[in-house]
């Protein structure tokens, strides 16, 4: 065993129910520049040729591919490709990329603030190196391919499927404008969120959208206090008043409900999703994958507002049906052969 708990790849027999899997992700990272004797600019690497780190007690090791292992073409002078490789012990590759995704993203989260600068994944495999294992092995390999690559859960961008086929757009009118300021805000906002690049951008761009429909549209009731405890306090047992007061997170339930249609149960979930405004909410929680589909509920209920707002008709677009999917990290899956840079 490696030090971390990861298999390395021998020939050692691995027990039938798991596999060891090596995870390997092409970076493209900056270069830095400066200028030679001559005034011609220099660029060189920013690392060393290989390097080490252990997250989450997940060893991960970086390394400069060569050129015979380097299948894509250079990015250019400014910038260049590394290898990042972990191992995983997992009865298949996707469970083996679960297990130490939150390891990648927090060396690549480091690596980026020392550049100051997102380091993206470029190609993303998992490759079956359960031993033992040769060179031209034909082995059972998942491929997250360029130009999308892999995506971390803070980086995810769905893209929802739609109606098919879409129907033509019939004319259009500027009711919105013609309701206030506030519904030309919320639009503003709804737009936003679908051209910010990525979920959790999108979702508080579209939860201003509704915080803005709902403070005009919506009925803020009072609702008694709750303690820390989780006990209801009517009123105050010193003075003996009411502590009931007007709450933002009731009323904007209550409107997800009553106007969006959605459950108590989505809407609950909807504002719980709200607090990463606070940084309430770690991408490393496996909540943090259901951020797509609380999305697309959130974009159906301000769509139907803004919808109703405008006096548009059911059958005119968008449509955005909150139980509908969506597609974000893609891959292949298939076989390849063992090559001897894969057991480096």
Same mark, same amino acid.
């Given at each position: 065993m490696e030090p971390g708990g990861n298999t390395k790849a021998t020939g050692?027999?691995?027990?039938?129910?798991?596999?060891?899997?090596?995870?390997?992700?092409?970076?493209?990272?900056?270069?830095?520049?400066?200028?030679?004797?001559?005034?011609?600019?220099?660029?060189?690497?920013?690392?060393?040729?290989?390097?080490?780190?252990?997250?989450?007690?997940?060893?991960?090791?970086?390394?400069?591919?060569?050129?015979s292992t380097d299948a894509f073409p250079?990015?250019?002078?400014?910038?260049?490709?590394?290898?990042?490789?972990?191992?995983?012990?997992?009865?298949?590759?996707?469970?083996?990329?679960?297990?130490?995704?939150?390891?990648?993203?927090?060396?690549?989260?480091?690596?980026?603030?020392?550049f100051q600068e997102p380091v993206p994944i470029v190609v993303l495999e998992a490759l079956d190196?359960?031993?033992?294992?040769?060179?031209?092995?034909?082995?059972?390999?998942?491929?997250?391919?360029?130009?999308?690559?892999?995506?971390?859960?803070?980086f995810v961008r769905t893209s929802f499927m739609g109606r098919d086929p879409e129907p033509l757009v019939q004319g259009l009118s500027d009711s919105i404008e013609a309701a206030g300021p506030w519904a030309r805000a919320a639009?503003?906002?709804y737009v936003k969120s679908l051209a910010a690049p990525f979920d959790p951008d999108r979702f508080i761009c579209a939860w201003v959208s509704l915080e803005i429909l709902e403070g005009q549209l919506g009925e803020r009731t009072p609702v008694p206090y709750v303690g820390p405890c989780g006990h209801l306090i009517v009123s105050c047992p010193t003075c003996g008043k009411k502590t009931a007061k007007k709450t933002a997170g009731a009323?904007?339930?209550?409107f997800l409900v009553e106007r969006g249609g959605l459950s108590e149960v989505q809407a609950a979930d909807l504002w719980?999703?709200?607090?990463? @405004?606070?940084?309430?909410?770690?991408?490393?929680?496996?909540?943090a994958y259901d951020l797509a589909g609380r999305l697309?509920?959130?974009?159906?209920?301000?769509?139907?507002? @803004?919808?109703?707002?405008?006096?548009?008709?059911?059958?005119?677009?968008?449509?955005l049906d909150p139980q509908a999917g969506g597609m974000s990290n893609v891959y292949l899956v298939g076989t390849r052969a063992?090559?001897?840079?894969?057991?480096v």
């Open positions: 050692a027999q691995t027990p039938r129910d798991t596999r060891l899997w090596r995870i390997a992700a092409l970076l493209s990272l900056p270069r830095g520049v400066e200028p030679d004797v001559a005034g011609n600019l220099k660029f060189y690497s920013r690392l060393p040729d290989e390097m080490h780190c252990v997250f989450h007690a997940t060893d991960i090791r970086f390394l400069r591919p060569t050129p250079s990015p250019g002078d400014l910038r260049e490709h590394w290898r990042l490789d972990v191992d995983a012990s997992a009865p298949d590759a996707i469970s083996a990329i679960q297990q130490v995704v939150a390891a990648i993203e927090s060396a690549l989260d480091h690596l980026a603030f020392r190196l359960t031993p033992p294992v040769a060179i031209g092995d034909q082995r059972e390999s998942l491929l997250f391919p360029a130009p999308s690559g892999y995506r971390t859960p803070k639009l503003h906002w009323s904007l339930k209550k719980k999703t709200r607090q990463i @405004l606070h940084g309430a909410n770690d991408f490393d929680d496996p909540e697309h509920s959130l974009l159906a209920v301000t769509s139907r507002v @803004l919808k109703e707002i405008a006096g548009m008709p059911a059958s005119a677009p968008p449509f063992v090559a001897a840079a894969d057991l």
